[in-house]
């Protein structure tokens, strides 16, 4: 009797499904990328919170640290949503550097722009879009 269920399977090209198993789902390490971007943006979120607390910086600030920290977390668990959130915050992170430089001339501003636009550029790549959920 099971030999029957053997061939039907193989006739039919159909290969039977197994609950145990687990779905192929993307893995954060296949994009070692996302991990060091949802870090930073945890940085990002941990200065703001120093500066506020320091009183370098008004409390309003503190609404994107949380929007960083959201975004971080929803990168790390590989969903859309954070992916987006990330996305706005580095293009925009990247063209308020930018304006910084141009305006002020710091060198700091420059590198951290171009950091920024090199985590835009691999968060708009066509395969990590994707594998987000």
């Known amino acids: 009797m099971t030999t029957e269920a053997k061939t039907t399977a193989t006739k039919t090209g159909a290969e039977p499904v197994h ?9 954060l390490r296949q994009f070692p990328g996302l991990l060091a971007i949802g870090l930073y943006m945890m940085l990002l979120a941990g200065v703001i919170c120093h500066d506020v607390a320091a009183g370098h910086a008004s409390p309003f600030y503190l609404v994107f640290s949380v929007f960083f920290i959201a975004g971080a977390l929803g990168l790390m668990f590989l969903l859309r949503w954070g992916w987006a959130l990330t996305l706005a915050a580095v293009a925009l992170m990247s063209a308020f550097f930018f304006w910084a430089y141009s305006t002020q001339k710091s060198d700091s501003a420059l590198i951290q722009g171009l950091l920024n636009l090199v985590f835009f550029l691999y968060l708009i790549r066509a395969d990590l879009r994707e594998k987000m959920r």
Request: aromatic share 0%; glycine share 0%; net charge positive.
């Open 19 to 27: 609950p145990s198993l687990p779905s192929e789902r993307p893995r």
